[in-house]
């Protein structure tokens, strides 16, 4: 890692980058954007409903499970943009279209994700304190395999082979982590989430087995959910996985925190669009509520003034991401093989 002076001195270097991307525009909300990107994904799920309804009992319907897995996901992006208030000015706005397409549309808990991502988002990679690296069926350094026992250490060992596989469950997992977190002290809205949750899985599994017969309808389950959580852990995978993990003893300033932690993914329209712009990892950690458009306008400008401090900056192809990921995971369960 690069260090170049003290931390007092280095926490200027953050503001003076801010400086420039707000001269240059970048953190302006773009509501005509939202506007239609909104419209787009609502009447792509409206779209996909009707279509399912239409093919009837079929096992073509497998085919809008596929469909319905990447519409779910893309609505995901648009909460995640919410969450930051990228869309709204006020946090009403965004509080309310967050509860009706997160919670009621996708099934996943609003409060209890944005809790979640702004403690990932403060800490990133960090061992301790971001929730993202905590271990649970997956370790993330060779300190989290070393104390693992039972189902995790035995995953560890070959965790980069199960990786993927796993991700077939994620949504589940999110599914039931919005559940219970509804019943938390914590919960801020446990009534309003818990029944917008509620009134999303009497229609989800209501629709889905009043079209489908029996064996028809649990293979659509497993396909959609399992693609639908495939499709969001690779779309979050290659933003921090393989990058260094800080513990307590790493002090590092905001933007060395958030750049060394961070990967981008290069690409063109079709990868921002595929990973909801989210592949400007390193952008939208600097400025979380930076419209997602702007990251890509934000990109170079953020490049230019690290390698001008000489800090690390990694963007690489999507494939060369995974890899990354892949072998750091290999990595970490290396000792117990």
């Not at 400008?301 to 995974?322: A, F, N, R």
């Amino acid at each position: 890692m690069a260090d170049t002076g003290t931390l007092e001195t280095r926490g200027s270097d953050f503001a003076k980058l801010a400086r420039q991307i707000k001269d240059a525009g970048l953190l302006d909300r773009r509501p005509v954007y939202y506007a239609v990107r909104l419209s787009l994904v609502l009447a792509a799920y409206a779209g996909a409903w009707s279509l399912f309804w239409w093919v009837g009992d079929s096992w073509l319907q497998l085919l809008v499970a596929v469909a319905l897995a990447v519409v779910f996901a893309q609505i995901g992006f648009v909460a995640h943009d919410l969450g930051h208030r990228q869309v709204f000015k006020t946090r009403r706005p965004s509080d309310i279209t967050g509860l009706l397409i997160g919670n009621l549309g996708i099934g996943l808990g609003w409060g209890w994700w944005n809790t979640k991502h702004n403690r990932h988002h403060a800490n990133p990679n960090h061992e301790d304190e971001d929730p993202d690296v905590s271990p649970a069926v997956i370790v993330w350094s060779q300190e989290q395999a070393a104390r693992s026992q039972g189902l995790p250490r035995f995953v560890a060992k070959w965790q980069a082979y199960w990786f993927f596989p796993l991700l077939t469950l994620e949504a589940w997992h999110l599914h039931v982590a919005s559940v219970k977190a509804v019943f938390q002290p914590s919960a801020k809205r446990p009534w309003i989430e818990g029944m917008l949750l509620l009134a999303h899985f009497a229609a989800y599994f209501g629709v889905v087995f009043a079209v489908l017969g029996l064996g028809k309808a649990l293979v659509f389950l497993v396909v959609h959910q399992g693609l639908f959580g495939v499709y969001l852990g690779s779309t979050f995978a290659p933003n921090h996985k393989g990058m260094p993990i800080l513990t307590k003893d790493d002090q590092l300033d905001f933007l060395r925190k958030q750049v060394l932690t961070s990967r981008n993914v290069k690409g063109g329209v079709f990868t921002d669009i595929a990973l909801g712009q989210l592949n400007y990892q390193i952008e939208h950690h600097l400025f979380p509520n930076m419209p997602s458009p702007n990251l890509r306008k934000a990109q170079p400008i953020v490049q230019k003034y690290c390698d001008g401090l000489g800090v690390s900056y990694l963007e690489t192809g999507l494939l060369t991401s995974y890899g990354q990921a892949l072998r750091h995971l290999h990595e970490v369960g290396a000792p117990l093989r």
